[in-house]
């Protein structure tokens, strides 16, 4: 079905906030942002000292008891000193907590030694992935000296996302640190270096995390002959013995590296019920100059990163039991790669739903703060040099030979996707779009993953930028491609996170949780909404009297 003759619909509020929304329709936002308010969201704020009640408009589903734990920059600058990047300021924690029908919120900084050093010192001390820290000025100049040749100092700014492992839950950047952190006060228990148990240099922000509590994550590591290789990780599940979870982890399989010293940026993975989906993209981090220039001239990491305008996309596949690395070359022309919506097995096909970007730049060098925090005219040109974003749907065939060399090895009849054996024995993938339109994302992808993960789905639920603002929630079907979208002017979510209704009978049988800045509001300049995941409609909002600063990633926790 061709996405732009697709049905689509704009959820339609039964509260005040009725005649706020915007119609639109194909997922593609029309509202203009001439005010800027988007500029409170990259602003700093001060944590709470304690939990403050949220108004609450609407009835919450009984059913709806727990938190809502988000993570993003709460902290911009240091003193005089400015974080330059969307993923530099000091990690704050977020929680909501909903407990029969009544809402509080809260907020800590994480006590990092990023963040308590920086505040003991009144300077940045570590440096982050956009900013470089320097020595102490204070110093003399032998001191100086010294101190740059230290060697790396890796942050442990713990901003992107919170987990379970076991009983416990963590924090994470992309480093090999992450933070344990009580979920119910929200303090900072201890900085754990996956170092000390797994031979990897650092772990995404998106493990994925099975049923009985499993954890698989994918790391870069030196292989064989110190070239560089990708490990998938494994966390075992809650131990009977109360011993901890991380001491027990193991390298499940090694991907090998197309660079021996230029590992690809790795942000998310895929896992269906009995395979690993790894795509490898032409974003390189120079192993070398990280290594090298970082201690000597003042590197940080994004001036570490170049990209292969040669190689194109890889995808890369491995058995899950036992973990065995499977050797097809499926390529595909260029694009980049952050987040995986899901993807599944069928009929000897692995089906890979994901979120692109096209062509080999850079999307983080778009995310500076002085790009976002730029007025919206500006905002939108630098947005029409950027990549443009699509969603696309590629399949992996498992039996590679199962047509002659130049024909379609895809027989799934519910797609336009291809794949071709070629005669220099690599197999070219061709995609299905399943969103397009300029400068407009669907991005931060959630499903019932609970229920779906690494199974055939049909609903995939996202933030939706507009030239990088967030500003709207969208839901996909990935079948039909039809689309459904809650916005209003002026206001800006946050990654929609699904929860179940435990009643549940079809898989969009639950709802929505977004964190809403509307930073024009006389009062009440953010809130937490609650949607009918069915039709986004709004079910409930609980408003409080503090803005919040833009969050990454998230989690609920019943």
């Not at 108004?55 to 003193?79: C, D, K, Q, Y």
């Not at 000296?145 to 076991?166: H, K, S």
């Not at 001036?303 to 040669?310: I, L």
């Not at 090895?409 to 054996?421: H, N, R």
């Amino acid at each position: 079905m061709d996405f732009f003759k697709a049905q689509n619909h704009r959820a339609s509020e039964p509260f005040q906030h009725t005649q706020l929304s915007h119609a639109y329709s194909n997922m593609v936002s029309c509202i203009e942002h001439p005010a800027g308010g988007y500029k409170k969201i990259f602003e700093s704020c001060e944590e709470l000292a304690e939990p403050i009640p949220a108004h609450v408009t609407g009835v919450i589903p009984a059913w709806l008891n727990g938190s809502l734990l988000r993570l993003g920059p709460g902290l911009f600058e240091i003193g005089d000193e400015p974080f330059y990047h969307l993923f530099d300021g000091q990690a704050l924690m977020h929680k909501f907590d909903l407990k029969n029908g009544k809402v509080t919120y809260y907020r800590r900084f994480l006590r990092t030694d990023a963040y308590v050093r920086a505040m003991t010192e009144k300077r940045i001390v570590i440096t982050e992935f956009g900013t470089t820290a320097y020595p102490d000025p204070c110093k003399n100049i032998f001191s100086r000296f010294f101190t740059y040749f230290q060697g790396i100092e890796v942050t442990d700014n713990c901003l992107v996302n919170v987990y379970p492992i076991g009983e416990d839950f963590y924090a994470c950047t992309e480093t090999n640190f992450i933070t344990k952190v009580n979920p119910d006060t929200l303090e900072t228990v201890k900085k754990v270096d996956l170092c000390n148990y797994l031979s990897i240099n650092g772990a995404t922000a998106h493990p994925h995390i099975e049923q009985d509590g499993t954890v698989y994550n994918i790391g870069n590591c030196f292989g064989k002959n110190m070239s560089l290789a990708y490990n998938i990780i494994k966390i075992p599940p809650a131990q009977k013995d109360k011993s901890d979870p991380i001491e027990k982890s193991k390298v499940v399989v090694q991907f090998p590296s197309s660079e021996r010293f230029k590992p690809s940026y790795v942000h998310s993975f895929g896992k269906t019920e009995n395979y690993f989906v790894f795509i490898e993209t032409p974003i390189k981090i120079n192993l070398l100059k990280f290594l090298s220039l970082w201690s000597i001239m003042g590197t940080n990491y994004m001036d570490c990163f170049e990209t292969n305008d040669k190689m194109g996309t890889w995808f890369h596949l491995a058995t899950k039991h036992p973990g065995e690395y499977i050797d097809y070359k499926f390529r595909t022309s260029t694009f980049s790669v952050f987040h995986h919506i899901n993807c599944y097995e069928d009929q000897g096909f692995i089906v890979v739903d994901l979120c692109t970007w096209k062509g080999y730049d850079f999307v983080y060098n778009y995310l500076y703060l002085a790009n976002l925090k730029q007025n919206w005219e500006e905002v939108k040109k630098a947005a029409m040099r950027a990549p443009q974003p699509e969603v696309r749907r590629y399949v992996l065939p498992l039996d590679i030979y199962r047509e002659e060399p130049g024909k379609n090895l895809i027989s799934l009849p519910y797609t336009t996707a291809t794949a071709v054996l070629r005669s220099d024995g690599t197999i070219w993938l061709e995609p299905e779009v399943l969103f397009s339109a300029p400068r407009q994302a669907f991005e931060f992808p959630q499903i019932n993953y609970s229920k779906y993960s690494g199974k055939d789905y049909t609903f995939a639920y996202g933030l939706g930028l507009n030239h990088f603002i967030p500003d709207r929630i969208c839901k996909l079907n990935v079948k039909s491609k039809e689309t459904w979208v809650w916005d209003e002017p002026d206001s800006y979510p946050s990654e929609p996170l699904f929860v179940q209704n435990p009643d549940a009978q079809n898989e969009d049988d639950g709802v929505l949780l977004t964190i809403v800045v509307n930073p024009g509001a006389s009062k009440h300049p953010a809130y937490l909404l609650i949607l009918n995941a069915r039709d986004l409609t709004e079910i409930a909002r609980a408003e409080v009297d503090v803005i919040i600063p833009v969050t990454l990633h998230g989690m609920y926790k019943a």
